[in-house]
C-alpha cells in the first residue's frame, strides 16, 4: 500500500540523548515535510524539503535537523533531546508540481517522549 | 502572513445531527483548500479538497464544503452525524503547488450516542 512510513510508532528518549526518527515514502513525492503536534498548539513545521539535496527550516526548526539523500527518505534527528521535544512527530509528502499537486500525505506518527 | 482560523475549538453533536465547522482563511488570492481528520492516536486523513471549479466539494465519510470567497470561508458539512465522526478535525490552505501550506488549530468534534 503506497503511504508514508515512520518509526518508531513510540519512543521514550532520556534527556541529552541522541534520536533519529525515521520517514520513508514509496509514492515518489519530490516534497516532504516534518511537522510536530502540541496539544493546543497545533501542527507546526519543523523542516521541509522540496527536492531531493535541498531542504529548509520550517517554524520551529531549533534542536532539530533533517537530511534528504535520496527522494525517498527523510529522517529527523534529535541531536540532544530535551523535554520540550516532547511531542507527537508526523512526516508527510505531497507532489508540488504544478499539475500534480493534490495534498499531503501524513504517516501515522511517532510519539517521543523526553525524560 | 497566511492564516487560518478555526473559531471552535470543541464541538459536541448528538449521533444523527448535522454538522458544520467552521474555517476562514486569510490570503491574497485562492488558494488550495483542505479538510483533514485525525482520530485519536492516528495520522492526519484527507477528507476533501478545493483547487478550482465547482465550490461545492464532495469527500469522503459523507463530508462536503463549500467554498466562499466573498467570506474566505471553506466551511465543512455532513447532514446526519455518525458516532465514528468523533475527531479532530483541521483545515489547511496550500499555496504555491504546496510549498506553503498553512493548518488552522483543529476543532475537536464529540458525538453523544
Known amino acids: 500500500i503506497a503511504g508514508i512510513t515512520q518509526a518508531p510508532t513510540s519512543q521514550i528518549l532520556a534527556a541529552g540523548r541522541r534520536m533519529t526518527l525515521r520517514c520513508t515514502q514509496d509514492?515518489?513525492?519530490?516534497?516532504m515535510y516534518w511537522y510536530r503536534q502540541d496539544l493546543g498548539l497545533g501542527l507546526r513545521l519543523i523542516h521541509y524539503?522540496?527536492?531531493?539535496?535541498?531542504?529548509g527550516k520550517g517554524e520551529v526548526p531549533d534542536g532539530y535537523s533533517v537530511s534528504r539523500a535520496n527522494t525517498d527518505d527523510f529522517p529527523l534527528t534529535l541531536a540532544s533531546a530535551v523535554p520540550s521535544q516532547t511531542s507527537v512527530y508526523f512526516c508527510?509528502?505531497?507532489?508540488?508540481?504544478?499539475?500534480?499537486?493534490?495534498?499531503?500525505?501524513f504517516g501515522s506518527g511517532t510519539r517521543l517522549t523526553v525524560v | 502572513a497566511q492564516s487560518v482560523t478555526q473559531p471552535d475549538i470543541h464541538i459536541t453533536v448528538s449521533e444523527g445531527a448535522s454538522l458544520e465547522l467552521r474555517c476562514n482563511y486569510s490570503?491574497?488570492?485562492?488558494?488550495?483548500l483542505f479538510w483533514y481528520v485525525q482520530s485519536p492516536g492516528q495520522g492526519l486523513q484527507l477528507l476533501l479538497k478545493y483547487f478550482s471549479g465547482d465550490t461545492l466539494v464532495q469527500g469522503i465519510k459523507g463530508f462536503e464544503a463549500e467554498f466562499k470567497r466573498s467570506q474566505s470561508s471553506f466551511n465543512l458539512r455532513k447532514p446526519s452525524v455518525h458516532w465514528s465522526d468523533a475527531a479532530e478535525y483541521f483545515c489547511a490552505v496550500g499555496y504555491n503547488y504546496g510549498q506553503n501550506f498553512v493548518f488552522g488549530p483543529g476543532t475537536r468534534l464529540s458525538v453523544l450516542p
Open positions: 524539503s522540496n527536492t531531493a539535496g535541498t531542504t
Open positions: 490570503y491574497g488570492a485562492t488558494p488550495y
Open positions: 509514492m515518489r513525492h519530490n516534497a
Open positions: 508527510a509528502s505531497s507532489d508540488s508540481s504544478r499539475d500534480r499537486f493534490s495534498g499531503y500525505t
